[in-house]
């Protein structure tokens, strides 16, 4: 199996047993070695008190597209910590793009950069510190 089969079966994998992501419409765009894209639109239910996308939300996001980039290589990693930082609001019916890129990987930890984007517009950015507990994505079979 090659790099990128590993990485697919692994996101593969993963999203079927993710019901949060499943059930949030989130999509998976592509996944590569280290690295991810997904896709979320903005529903009714997302939007808060200021008519705008509840910040959790976008966080969320990130965090999955976090979760497909580091777990790319058939080992069960967890975010250590993360932080996010908000740049511009977004609204019911956008369509937001979380794109993960890995930093470097050291040890059992790793650390990523997410940038959300919508419309190619960068609304936020996501730092994460992953930890690899060293059990296998994919189930023995």
Do not use: K, W
């Amino acid at each position: 199996m090659t790099e990128q089969e590993l990485a697919e079966a692994c996101a593969r994998a993963m999203y079927a047993r993710d019901l949060a992501s499943q059930s949030l419409g989130i999509e998976l765009v592509r996944v590569a070695p280290g690295s991810a894209s997904l896709t979320m639109e903005i529903t009714d239910t997302m939007v808060n008190g200021h008519r705008i996308c509840h910040g959790g939300y976008i966080f969320l996001l990130a965090d999955t597209a976090f979760a497909f980039a580091c777990n790319t290589y058939n080992l069960v990693t967890v975010a250590q910590s993360a932080a996010v930082e908000f740049i511009a609001p977004v609204y019911r019916g956008d369509r937001l793009v979380a794109i993960a890129s890995e930093l470097t990987r050291f040890g059992r930890n790793g650390l990523y950069d997410i940038t959300i984007e919508r419309e190619g517009e960068t609304i936020a950015i996501f730092h994460g510190r992953s930890r690899s507990l060293g059990q296998p994505v994919l189930e023995e079979e």
